[in-house]
């Protein structure tokens, strides 16, 4: 089993900052993926931005240029950096990872608990 910690959200103006954290822990051979989705009351879940293993990175089209995902391999994390907040961007905010336990084993998505962004006007 693979557990990912999520940490950081809050409540934060329009215009603001905000940092994501998310931390795996289990049984982990390799993460080919780590990345975060979100979704808003009423809406599905979207993609947010990923991170593969060698490093590409998507985002959606809609916080491109504010947002910045990145990962530390060492420590099996992956950071979101979100810059210029816009009320729309309120969400709970999940952390995935694709993950393997072994050399023969397939790949699995674990998700995070969730972390509530709210960003006012």
């Known amino acids: 089993q693979v557990q990912l910690v999520e940490s950081g959200g809050g409540l934060v103006q329009a215009g603001g900052s905000l940092g994501l954290s998310c931390a795996a822990s289990?049984?982990?051979?390799?993460?080919?993926?780590m990345g975060w989705y979100r979704q808003a009351p009423g809406k599905q879940r979207e993609l947010v931005a990923r991170?593969?293993?060698?490093?590409?990175?998507t985002y959606v089209d809609s916080v491109k240029g504010r947002f910045t995902i990145s990962r530390d391999n060492a420590k099996n994390t992956v950071y979101l950096q979100m810059n210029s907040l816009k009320p729309e961007d309120t969400a709970v905010y999940y952390c995935?990872?694709?993950?393997?336990?072994?050399?023969?084993?397939?790949?699995?998505?674990?998700w995070g608990q969730g972390t509530q962004v709210t960003v006012s006007s």
């Open positions: 289990g049984s982990i051979f390799r993460i080919a993926a």
């Open positions: 995935y990872a694709a993950v393997s336990s072994s050399a023969w084993a397939r790949l699995y998505d674990y």
């Open positions: 991170i593969i293993s060698g490093g590409s990175t």
